[in-house]
């Protein structure tokens, strides 16, 4: 037989096993693999024990060299596929869309038109907020399929599992709000904010100052017994004004004033109120009657702000300076997120001193007990 056919028939064995050989290999890494990917999926701890002991083993049988390089190169191919999984999904969802925040994206279909998306993920967020306050929503929170955003999608889908009812009601076109009154609420909503973030009195004057207002008095902490709740006190001299800002509920006793929900007869009058904000109306009254009207007197104007409980508080105490004499055309309350706090009659009353932002689906203004009991 010609040498070149013998060396062909050689080099052609030599390819087949060869490529036996290469088979057989790869089955084996891919079995291997998918063993390990088996022990990571049911116990990521039970995982790390199974290749630790893998790479002890072989590290013992070919030296130290060999494990480390598989290991190096196992990281790199690993980083490697997470990567492109990531961009791949990311793609496919936004469409290389840039978002700010998670909360940008909105679900395709009837999600918005009732209501269902927008209230779960308000829920989802104020849940999220309990976590500082409860150690058990804390533990809980800390799951990953339990983070806000992810809670949000997880009630949603439930949602359009079971229920697709409208959340919302339809709200038909009415008069726009005029524009004096989307001035104040712009101009207001940083007190209301501030009354909450400004913890001390030189960091309160100061932030003040820069607005043009001089401190006058300022409690950063509620008092249960008298009533009292965190406020400040402020002049603008050159604006003329008395600036008078409520908080809302940031401390156990303030929660405790949210909870004396029974009525309560307002000014001894035949018209009923929040009892626990009636008591924070009298304590203000009677410590900033005598300083308010003779300065409203004097022209100043008279602007009273809240936000939630402190609100509500506003609203009963611009009310009540309202009937006891005080000028409407200086008297101004603006607040935000007001909870039921008056009966209709004082309602009517006040709704010319009395400006209320409620924003969307808040279920702050229209929790008290009836519509609970409904």
């Not at 043009?212 to 300022?218: E, I, K, P, S």
């Not at 004499?325 to 200086?330: E, L, S, W």
Request: glycine share 8%.
């Amino acid at each position: 037989m010609p040498e070149k056919a013998v060396a062909h028939r050689g080099n052609a064995g030599k390819a087949a096993i060869f490529t036996a050989g290469m088979l057989t290999t790869l089955i084996a890494r891919l079995s291997h693999a998918f063993i390990e990917g088996l022990a990571f999926t049911f116990s990521p701890k039970g995982g790390a024990v199974v290749v630790g002991t893998e790479l002890a083993i072989l590290a013992y049988a070919v030296g130290p060299g060999k494990p480390l390089g598989i290991a190096w190169r196992t990281v790199a191919l690993c980083t490697l596929a997470r990567a492109s999984y990531v961009l791949v999904i990311t793609a496919r969802r936004h469409g290389f869309k840039e978002q700010e925040s998670v909360w940008d994206w909105v679900p395709e279909g009837d999600g918005m038109e009732s209501g269902a998306w927008s209230v779960l993920r308000q829920l989802a967020i104020s849940f999220g907020k309990m976590r500082d306050d409860n150690e058990e929503i804390a533990e809980l929170l800390s799951h990953d399929h339990l983070q806000p955003q992810e809670l949000a999608a997880r009630m949603y889908y439930m949602y359009c599992e079971h229920c697709r009812a409208p959340v919302t009601e339809a709200i038909e076109e009415g008069t726009p709000a005029p524009p004096d009154a989307l001035r104040a609420l712009r101009r207001y909503r940083r007190y209301a904010v501030l009354v909450y973030d400004a913890v001390t009195e030189s960091s309160l004057s100061e932030a003040l100052a820069e607005r043009g207002y001089t401190l006058l008095f300022a409690e950063f902490e509620p008092d249960m017994g008298s009533g009292c709740p965190a406020f400040f006190c402020a002049v603008h001299e050159e604006g003329r004004e008395v600036l008078l800002v409520i908080r809302g509920t940031a401390s156990p006793e303030d929660v405790f004033m949210d909870v004396l929900a029974t009525g309560e007869s307002f000014d001894d009058e035949d018209i009923l109120c929040h009892s626990g904000m009636c008591k924070a109306v009298r304590y203000l009254s009677a410590r900033f009657r005598a300083l308010l009207m003779p300065m409203q007197e004097a022209g100043y104007q008279v602007t009273i702000v809240g936000h939630s409980l402190g609100a509500g508080v506003a609203s009963l105490l611009t009310a009540y300076f309202k009937r006891k004499g005080m000028d409407p055309r200086r008297l101004q309350c603006v607040a935000y997120e007001t909870p039921p706090c008056m009966d209709l009659s004082l309602a009517r009353d006040c709704q010319d001193v009395v400006l209320t932002l409620v924003h969307g689906d808040d279920v702050v203004p229209r929790m008290c007990a009836e519509s609970l009991a409904s």
